[in-house]
C-alpha cells in the first residue's frame, strides 16, 4: 500500500511539475524567451520564476516518490510507468482545459482519448498483482 501511495504522489507531482513549467514559461516567453539573452540569464529567469522553481522541486520529489515505489517487489515497471505517465497526461489535460491561466481546448475527441488512456491504465492495473502492493 505504501509503495502504491508513493506512486500516487509521484503522478501528482509530476503533473504539477510540467503544469507549472507551462505557467511559468508563458512569462519567460513573453519577455522573449527563455535563450535571448544567453544561459546566464535563463538560468537566471527561471531561478526568479515562483512556478519554475516550484515545478524543479515537484520533479525533484516526483523522482523521489517514483524511485521509491520502484523498490517495491511487487510493483512492476510495466505497471507503475503506464500508470504514473498515462494518470499524469489525463490530469493535464483536464487541468489545463479548466485552469484560466492555461485554459486550453479540449475536443470531444481528445476527450475521449482521455477517456481510453484511463481505461488503458485500469486495464493494465487489473491484470496485475502489483495493486495489492
Known amino acids: ?19 507549472l513549467m507551462k505557467v511559468g ?3 519567460v516567453a513573453a519577455s522573449g524567451g527563455v535563450l ?3 544561459a546566464l ?5 527561471v531561478a526568479t520564476s515562483s512556478p519554475l522553481v516550484i515545478g524543479l522541486v515537484c520533479f525533484m520529489l516526483n ?3 517514483y524511485m521509491y515505489a520502484l523498490q ?9 510507468y503506464p500508470i504514473m505517465v498515462g494518470g499524469g497526461y489525463a490530469l493535464i489535460a483536464l487541468v489545463a482545459r479548466y485552469h484560466p491561466a492555461l485554459g486550453e481546448r ?5 476527450a475521449l482519448g482521455v477517456g481510453l488512456v484511463l ?10 498483482d502489483a495493486a495489492a502492493a
Do not use: P
Not at 479540449?106 to 481528445?110: A, E, I, R, V
Open 106 to 110: 479540449l475536443t470531444w475527441g481528445q
Open 1 to 19: 500500500m505504501k509503495y502504491a501511495l508513493a506512486l500516487v504522489a509521484a503522478l501528482l507531482l509530476n503533473a504539477a511539475a510540467n503544469l
Open 63 to 65: 523522482a523521489a516518490f
Open 119 to 128: 481505461v488503458g491504465i485500469v486495464l493494465i492495473a487489473a491484470q496485475s
Open 36 to 38: 535571448k539573452d544567453g
Open 41 to 45: 540569464a535563463a538560468v537566471a529567469a
Open 72 to 80: 517495491s517487489k511487487a510493483l512492476k515497471i510495466s505497471i507503475a
Open 25 to 27: 514559461m508563458k512569462s
